[in-house]
């Protein structure tokens, strides 16, 4: 069983940036996929960042594109997501996800993925 326990968001103002860490505890699979995903008021969960365990490709939505970063470290079992230039629009709660990798045209889809933390909230201000 896998656990992910997400921390480092907070508020920030505009053209800030934070980083996100996701921890992995428990055994993980190497055909697996991780990503950050966000949810902002009132709309629905959108991936924005993803990576294949297999081979470490990455992938980042158009929407975010240029500001945001995933990483992972294996030595410390963490995911990162590095977001820079933020904007108002990034407010969101981000949650790290894990799955079963399923094709480059699954990883943003919210129902690949099995395994969720409690969210971190990012709030960017004006």
């Known amino acids: 069983q896998v656990l992910l326990v997400e921390s480092g968001g907070g508020s920030v103002q505009a053209g800030g940036s934070l980083r996100l860490s996701c921890v992995v505890f428990?055994?993980?699979?190497?055909?697996?996929?991780m990503a950050w995903f966000r949810q902002r008021p009132g709309k629905e969960r959108e991936g924005v960042a993803a990576?294949?365990?297999?081979?470490?490709?990455?992938y980042v939505a158009d929407s975010v594109q240029g500001r945001f970063t995933i990483s992972q470290d294996a030595a410390k079992n963490t995911l990162y997501l590095q977001m820079n230039s933020l904007k108002p629009d990034d407010t969101a709660m981000y949650y790290c996800?894990?799955?079963?990798?399923?094709?480059?045209?699954?990883?943003?889809?919210?129902?690949?993925?099995?395994?969720w933390g409690q969210g971190t909230q990012v709030t960017v201000s004006s």
């Open positions: 996800a894990a799955g079963t990798y399923g094709g480059s045209s699954a990883l943003f889809k919210a129902v690949q993925y099995n395994t």
């Open positions: 428990g055994f993980f699979d190497i055909d697996n996929q």
């Open positions: 990576i294949y365990l297999e081979d470490y490709s990455t």
